[in-house]
């Protein structure tokens, strides 16, 4: 989701008739267990590539069906349970609301699919809908709303997850190579959070709870339903008329009573459409 989303960041560099572009990424996390406790709080890098191939059909002036092909990987380099692969499709209707490059777009997607982790609990299969709205206000900016809907379903039912998440970003592009992109984002569903020792109060509001060894040792993982704040800030720079390097940071706060965490992101990625 992560990469997809850098590929929305840089939608100058959609490929089109099923030509791919290959997002690659690393992203430090500083609280990859999502853990109150400082002691039980580990950072880690996380590696990974995204694959999107598209091709675009038009139907009449202002409608257009946009059909995707999805794969990705992330692997971890500290914790082998992480690593893991999805294949999958997407299907977009597009609808633009009048002529010219300032007119807003909207789009409907639905999306699916297969993921194998090496941790076997987390394989299974993943949906998502989303809709958005684009709008270019003139040369240099440009605002993008949308509304996620996600669901994975996990063998373990520690990782299942559904959620909803409404994100806004602004754009400016400063200069014809550089783009200074901006969101933040609401998110509600479920979150994984682990302890090294057990919590009654947790468990008492958790849907699942399982004993994990992910991060090599011993902890218990539980999924709680919460609210989610973030804000993000990204750097886009062209390279060339086919690739473009992205810096970003990203901040979110999660909070359900009792369950209390932040998680600060930075990243680094390198899109390329061939």
Known sequence: MCAAGLLLATAPLRA??????LTTFATWHDNATNAEATVDQIDSL??????????????????????????AGEWWPRYRGLLNGAAGARAAWLHTFGVGTTAPVFSAEIGGDYVEAHEGGRSGTAASLTF?????FDDR?????????????ARAP??????????LELSNDITD????????????????TYSGNPRGEVAAIASAEREVDT???????????????????????????????IAAYSWRAT????????????????????
């Open 46 to 71: 996380e590696i990974g590539a995204d694959i999107l191939a598209s091709q675009r059909y038009s139907f009449g002036r202002d409608d257009a069906l946009q059909l995707t092909g999805h794969f």
């Open 141 to 153: 900016w440009r605002a993008v709303l949308s509304q996620q809907f996600d669901r994975h379903y």
């Open 177 to 192: 190579v550089t783009r200074l992109v901006a969101s933040v984002h609401y998110r509600d569903g479920d979150v994984l």
């Open 215 to 245: 991060f090599d040792r011993p902890m218990i993982a539980y999924s709680v339903n919460a609210r989610t704040w973030g804000a993000k800030f990204s750097v886009v720079r062209a390279l060339n008329e086919s690739t473009a390097i």
């Open 255 to 274: 909070e359900q009573n009792p369950v209390q965490f932040t998680n600060h992101r930075a990243s680094i990625s390198i899109v390329t459409q061939f």
């Open 16 to 21: 089109d008739n099923w030509a791919p572009n």
């Open 132 to 136: 958005s709205l684009r709008k270019r």
């Open 158 to 167: 520690i990782f299942d997850v559904e959620a909803t998440q409404t994100t």
